[in-house]
């Protein structure tokens, strides 16, 4: 497949090099489905194979403990997995957000689907905002995906994004994601979701206090390398020799962004602050980090590697500025 992304819709300024429909705001859920490329249904198929016999076509057998996943639109297979496995249907994740866009003021911004319909998301602004010193802005986010692949459990993430430059980064308090986590053995209620975010979206004000905190941690140049090789060239278990050290392109690019040359570094709340730091690495693992393309890029810097090491860079940055 040409693309990771296969389809996605959004408002307001185009993402990720064009990708996706355009659509004007507050549009309703049925309009997401069809121009994110949610309009299909997973359906499930007992899992069948033939067994090769001497001098006939063979014999075809069943394997009652798998079932296959496959799209009901294009009829194309999205994996195997266990009879237990429950299925998350694309359009459980949009209408997730139908009260939360009809009562709470939440407005869907992005939506689609990856890798043919093995992930799909919505992404959702909460009306949660902060501008730090300097006109800095952060808006509070709520991001629902899942796999039908056993990749992703069922997860709704509170996220912030900083408007200067459209880094992404999950909500922590305390060294703890916000996230809730519904794997796929079990059924996912969505209401139960919402109650259990309820006190995870609570959470705003006390992480947005400490990017304040960061706002104000002066750092010198020492310890702005030393965050970098912390965050970026992790030591691994039982080796001497830092992981990073093949990453000299990463240190320099990252050192670069927080020097100047990222997008709202020269804001008072980021020029030579901790906040600053933290936003170089958010910056460079969501739109520079080298990946197969940028679509690979947004599936890590959202549910692998890169949201690993951004959740890394922001427990360095509060450590540093404790």
């Known amino acids: ?30 309009i997401w489905q069809r121009e994110a490329g949610m309009a299909w249904t997973i359906e499930e198929s007992p899992v069948r194979y033939m ?19 496959y799209r009901s639109d294009t009829k194309e297979a999205l994996s195997v997995v266990s009879q237990r496995y429950q299925v998350v249907q ?22 689609g689907v990856l890798k043919g319909g093995r992930k799909f998301w919505a992404l959702a602004r909460t009306g949660q905002s902060v501008a730090l010193k300097g006109k800095d802005q952060v808006n509070g986010y709520l991001l629902l995906a899942t796999s039908c692949d056993g990749t992703l459990a069922t997860t709704a993430t509170p996220t912030t994004i900083r408007v200067v430059c459209n880094n992404t980064l999950t909500i922590a308090v305390n060294g703890a994601t916000q996230a809730i986590k519904v794997p796929h053995s079990t059924r996912f209620d969505a209401q139960s979701v919402k109650q ?43 080796n001497a020799e830092p992981q990073g050290l093949a990453n000299e392109r990463a240190l320099k690019r990252v050192q670069a ?22 936003n170089a690495v958010t910056e460079y693992v969501d739109h520079e980090r080298r990946a197969r393309s940028t ?8 549910f692998g590697q890169g949201a690993a090491v951004k959740q890394r860079a922001l427990e360095t940055a509060l450590q540093l500025a404790a």
């Open 1 to 30: 497949m040409a693309h990771l992304v296969q389809q996605m819709a959004y408002v307001g300024d185009v993402p990720w090099h064009g990708l996706g429909n355009a659509l004007p705001a507050q549009q309703p859920i049925d």
């Open 51 to 69: 067994a090769d016999s001497i001098g006939s076509l063979g014999t075809i057998h069943s394997f009652p403990e798998q079932k296959v996943l």
């Open 90 to 111: 694309p359009r459980e994740v949009l209408e997730f957000y139908r009260d939360l866009t009809e009562v709470s003021g939440y407005e869907l911004e992005t939506a």
């Open 196 to 238: 259990q975010l309820g006190i995870a979206v609570g959470h705003w004000d006390s992480f947005m206090y400490r990017m304040r905190i960061l706002a104000e941690r002066k750092v010198k140049s020492h310890e702005a390398m030393a965050y970098f090789l912390r965050v970026l060239c992790e030591t691994q278990p039982g």
């Open 257 to 278: 962004l927080y020097d100047g040359a990222g997008r709202g570094a020269e804001l008072d709340a980021a020029k030579g602050t901790a906040w600053g730091l933290l």
């Open 295 to 302: 679509e690979y890029r947004l599936d890590s810097a959202w």
